[in-house]
């Protein structure tokens, strides 16, 4: 058994179509998948016939965007009703605030003499095509035009706080999109942890009013080897009677260090999400 339950498509900022994600997942022998896209479930629609097919075993999922206390903090959502109404909505709404900051960073590029690219809004537009605009779609489309060499540099000389073509979000609030997800029957995980890079206390302070709103679950393992971060949140994960689960992020091939499915065990002192799941996982 092999599962990957953070991953992204070319329905938001993957470079993967549904599709292509599903036989890369085959050909890595990845058993069960979520397709988590940023704000939207188009991507596991569009996989699910697919993959039912070839015999990968698809849970519904998302990755949700929301503010905790003037930090942007990721929200994974597992296993939940794809027609529940008030998830639905309320992933809309955030896509919409993506639309918003997307046209004001855009806003921001054109004022700047030192970010010359010819036909900006339409790069930009033809890149995100039927997906949901994200700075990923920035940093690749600067890239893509020479001025970085890579997304990190995209992020350090023009999109993160301070830099030239930043734009805050609004996102909605942390129970907000906590409920939307458990409200549907899904299960609320926080998503990567350590990428915020909160001081101990700090994260003790979201994960306690996390729970607060009902969620269940912090991804423990999101890296191919083991490491202090597993140990460290898989420690979290007990203390504070969370469930673990197991995610790459992976988003796109060229980004050789993160590949679908490339994930450490996970430690035995947890209690899986999949434990959580309304169907057992596939063991094939």
């Known amino acids: ?14 470079g993967l179509s549904p599709y292509e994600i599903i036989d890369l997942a085959i050909k890595y022998e990845v058993t069960t998948l979520a397709i988590t896209d940023h704000d939207t479930t188009q991507g596991y629609e569009q996989a699910l016939d697919y993959a039912t097919e070839k015999g990968v075993q698809l849970i519904s999922g998302v990755e949700a965007s929301c503010q905790w206390n003037g930090h942007t903090i990721h929200i994974v959502g597992l296993d939940f009703d794809l027609q529940n109404a008030n998830l639905q909505s309320g992933l809309a709404e955030i896509r919409a605030m993506r639309k918003q900051r997307a046209q004001a960073i855009l806003a921001k590029m054109h004022d700047k003499p030192h970010i010359k690219i010819e036909n900006l809004d339409e790069k930009l537009w033809k890149l995100v095509g039927e997906g949901v605009v994200g700075r990923g779609h920035f940093a690749q489309l600067l890239q ?5 060499k890579n997304a990190q540099q995209a992020f350090e000389r023009y999109l993160k706080k301070g830099k030239a073509a930043y734009v805050a979000s609004e996102w909605p609030e942390l129970d907000s999109v906590v409920k939307w997800i ?18 101990s206390n700090k994260l003790n302070r979201l994960i306690h009013d996390f729970k607060e709103a009902g969620g269940q679950a912090i991804e423990v393992v999101n890296q191919p080897r083991h490491c202090s971060d597993i140990t460290g949140m898989a420690q979290r994960a007990v203390t504070h009677e969370l469930y673990a689960s197991i995610g790459s992020d992976f988003h796109r091939l060229e980004h050789t260090w993160r590949g679908l499915g490339w994930l450490a065990p996970m430690p035995q002192n947890v209690k899986p999400v999949w434990a959580l799941f309304k169907e057992p996982l596939n063991q094939a």
Do not use: N, R
């Open 144 to 148: 893509q035009e020479g001025l970085v």
């Open 182 to 199: 458990t409200e549907a029957g899904g299960v609320a995980v926080i998503a990567h942890p350590a990428i915020y890079k909160f001081t």
């Open 1 to 14: 058994m092999k599962v990957d339950f953070h991953c992204h498509t070319t329905a938001s900022d993957g």
